[in-house]
């Protein structure tokens, strides 16, 4: 998933210069979790310990004294799940990762996972669009930083093979195994019409064993934003990912194949502000989420809405979709406009009865006197798909959930689902940008049998993690991965 920057102007505090200090030498660690023998396989397993971590992004974090150089904290899952001390921090001032922490790249605006080598290792993709790159302003880099029995460790560049046809080169992301050859490959977006694939086989030294470009159906017009939103998934359950890219002309859904995906259909109009993908029925076919959380002429919800469109034989099915917002029977809460219902967006089983579900975001959602504090819902999976019944609706004023409601918080810009301490059960990750004047934080609230609970939930800011300001505004919890 990928989103424009906000730009907001509010004041900033200043943390202590130990902090600061910290971060400026590129790479600050907290013991990881004890690696197993055998890696996990998982492809958010970055240390091989047979949990799922959590990648988290700060853009705008300072890095070796560059203001918004961005940073990416990695907090280790356990059987506690995920804690702020358990954590390791990259930046390009790291210790073998490419480039050179400049001001305004803002590393990690982008996330995506997958075992890019096949190590057994997951492997973390970061999207550097902002990054000028010999000369060209905003070119864009994608760097690729390794998991090891240690965490992530080193990386390698991934050249654009088209730096003069655009920019923002990395400005999405998806992994997904597209040619059917059983290894994972990387989906890279600009502000072109050419969205690359780089096939699997990486080597740390070589990259991608092979790219293919697709030029996408991008109508004029949208041109130069280009592919803004990439998600993979296997809609049609012939066992190789198809590949979604959203632009301002629409989403549109290709399926994968051994010379590289090709043109179903297109699955909803205009831009997603997010997209995911899970086989919420178990018909074996997964199903795609498209967010729009905006309003406008002719729009089923005035404050945005998710439309689900249900996997078949032939791909997606449009003719089989369901839509839902605020304005559905059975969600929690009323549909007001620029609440950005479906901005954010995360499939998981958080109950453990197989079905995955679906969380929503809604960053804008104005809860009491506090505006734009943020909220999030999860919906349920079941035989018939998604439904409204039984949605749960979680914010800071939530019994149990760390914090309080404020204005401009932000709660929800990002979603996550992913079991974190192996009890078979999703946990809800959710990062709020704008939390103490865009210092960020990240929640993570449990899964159970009856679902995502604040029971036992945590949260933990910026400075908590070791991120520090400096004049600066980190934004943690802006981006994560398979968000």
Known sequence: MSRP?????????????????ALAGGLLVAVPGSASAAPSGFGDDFNGDGYHDLATAAPGAVANG????????????????????????????????????????????????????????GDLVVGIPLEDVSGDVDGGSVTILWGSSSGLSGGTTIGDPNASGHDRFGQSLTVGDFTGDGKDDLAVGSTGKDVWIFKGGFTKSGGAAGKLRLDADIEA?????????????????????????SSFAGSF?????????????????GLAAALTVADFDLDGHDDLVVGDDMSGIGAPAKGGYVTVVYGGDAGVDTARSAVFSQATPGVPGADEYNDSFGGALAAGDVDRDDYPDLAVGANFETIGDA?????????????????????????????????????????????????????????????????????GAVWSLPGSADGITATGSVSFSAPTVGIGESGADPMFGYTMSGA
């Open 5 to 21: 920057l906000r730009k907001r102007s509010r004041s900033s505090a200043v943390l202590g210069a130990a902090v600061v200090a």
């Open 66 to 121: 560059k203001a918004k150089a961005g940073a990416v904290v990695v907090n280790y899952g356990s059987s506690r799940g995920i804690t702020a001390a358990n954590r390791k921090i990259t930046t390009q001032s790291s210790s073998g990762v490419p480039g050179a922490s400049e001001a305004d790249d803002r590393f990690g605006t982008e996330l995506a996972h997958g075992d890019l080598n096949n190590d057994g290792y």
């Open 221 to 245: 017009g949208s041109y130069p934003d280009g592919a803004v939103q990439l998600a993979a998934g296997d809609f049609d359950g012939d066992r190789t990912d198809d590949l979604v890219v």
């Open 253 to 269: 859904v290709y399926l994968g194949g051994s010379a590289g995906p090709t043109l179903q259909t297109k699955a909803a109009t």
């Open 371 to 439: 505006a734009e504090a943020g909220n999030v819902w999860v919906l349920r999976g079941g035989p018939s798909g998604l439904t409204a019944s039984g949605a749960v609706s979680l914010n800071q004023g939530t019994p149990g959930v760390p914090g309080a409601n404020e204005s401009s918080d932000l709660f929800g810009d990002v979603v996550h689902l992913a079991d974190h301490n192996n009890d078979d059960r999703a946990d809800l990750s959710v990062g709020a940008a704008g939390e103490n004047s865009d210092d």
